[in-house]
């Protein structure tokens, strides 16, 4: 793991924070309790939602190599927990699997609040057609997630069953 690849999901956070707090006053889509439009609202939401988001996988993230040989349940768990450089190797794939997840969720995340904002301002900023943020920013990276956690998993099935596995990397 490099530092580019362990801080790279910062880019689209922080692209992502900007973004809302630059536009969020032009949103009605949010009424507080006397019925009057209040955008603070929707800014408090979603700023829990992507701080839960990605604080449970940065968490995640810093807690992986002190996490139990009993909590790592994956694929040929016998191979890589048998030695300290296997485990190593395997929180080290986990960990790369966690910042794609904080990356494409940021993004995902933004391309959603895209959608909010521009169906709900009255004149926004930025106008990107439906078909595109649906298909670039929205399903793209939930399908680019999901193809990396399937391949991060297949590597590390494949890795401890393959006829090479029993020496030490």
């Not at 979603?46 to 968490?59: K, R, S």
């Not at 966690?98 to 990356?103: D, G, K, R, T, V």
């Not at 399908?143 to 590390?156: D, K, M």
Request: charged share 15%.
């Amino acid at each position: 793991m490099t530092m580019i690849s362990r801080t790279i999901w910062l880019v689209p956070f922080f692209a992502h924070i900007a973004y809302v707090a630059a536009t969020y006053p032009d949103l009605s889509v949010h009424f507080d309790a006397r019925g009057a439009s209040s955008p603070v609202l929707l800014l408090i939401e979603w700023f829990a939602l992507l701080g839960a988001m990605n604080l449970a996988f940065g968490v995640l993230h810093i807690r992986l190599p002190k996490l139990s040989d009993k909590m790592l349940s994956v694929p040929g768990r016998d191979y890589w927990l048998a030695t300290l450089s296997r485990k190593k190797d395997l929180v080290d794939r986990l960990r790369g699997v966690c910042e794609a997840a904080l990356m494409l969720l940021n993004v995902f995340f933004l391309g959603v609040y895209q959608y909010i904002y521009q169906h709900g301002a009255d004149r926004p900023v930025l106008e990107l057609p439906d078909a595109y943020l649906t298909a670039g920013f929205i399903a793209s990276p939930i399908l680019l997630l999901a193809a990396w956690t399937f391949i991060a998993t297949r590597q590390i099935a494949k890795k401890a069953h393959s006829p090479h596995s029993v020496r030490d990397p």
